[in-house]
C-alpha cells in the first residue's frame, strides 16, 4: 500500500492551536493517528464513521475515540474528536476539524461543506 498524503485545513490548525494550550500532547497524539490511518484510512466502526447527510461526494469520516496521552486514564474515551476527508484514488485525507465533545456538540457542517464541495 503507497503511503498517504496528509494535508490541513487552515482552519484546522486553528483548532489545534487553540487545544494545544489544553492538551499539551496533542501534536504527539496526531501523529500517532496518522500512522493508524495510513494502515487503515476509512472507516473502522466503532472508533470511526462516515458523516452522511452533508449533500457533497467526498467521503467525510469522523474520528470518536481518540487517545490523548494528556488525558490520563481516559485511554481512548478522552472525548477528543477529528473529521477529515478521504480521497482514497488521490491516497490523500484532509484534516478539517478538531474539538472536544465537552466544548462542541457536532461537527462544523458548514465547514465541511464550504471545504468539500
Known sequence: ?????????????????????????????????CKVLNDEPDENP?????ISGLGIN???IKIKKIACKSLKGRGI?????LVYAYFENENRIVF??????NEKGNEDR????????
Do not use: W
Not at 503507497?2 to 496526531?30: A, G, M, N, P
Not at 458548514?110 to 468539500?116: G, V
Open 1 to 33: 500500500m503507497s503511503r498517504i498524503t496528509f494535508e490541513e485545513l487552515r482552519e484546522f490548525d486553528t483548532d489545534v492551536k487553540k487545544l494545544l494550550k489544553k492538551y499539551r500532547s496533542l501534536e504527539e497524539d496526531l501523529e500517532v493517528i
Open 46 to 50: 466503532p472508533f470511526s464513521f462516515r
Open 58 to 60: 467526498t467521503c467525510i
Open 77 to 81: 474515551n478522552s472525548g477528543l474528536r
Open 96 to 101: 478539517a476539524e478538531l474539538y472536544h465533545k
Open 110 to 117: 458548514e465547514r465541511l461543506k464550504r471545504n468539500f464541495k
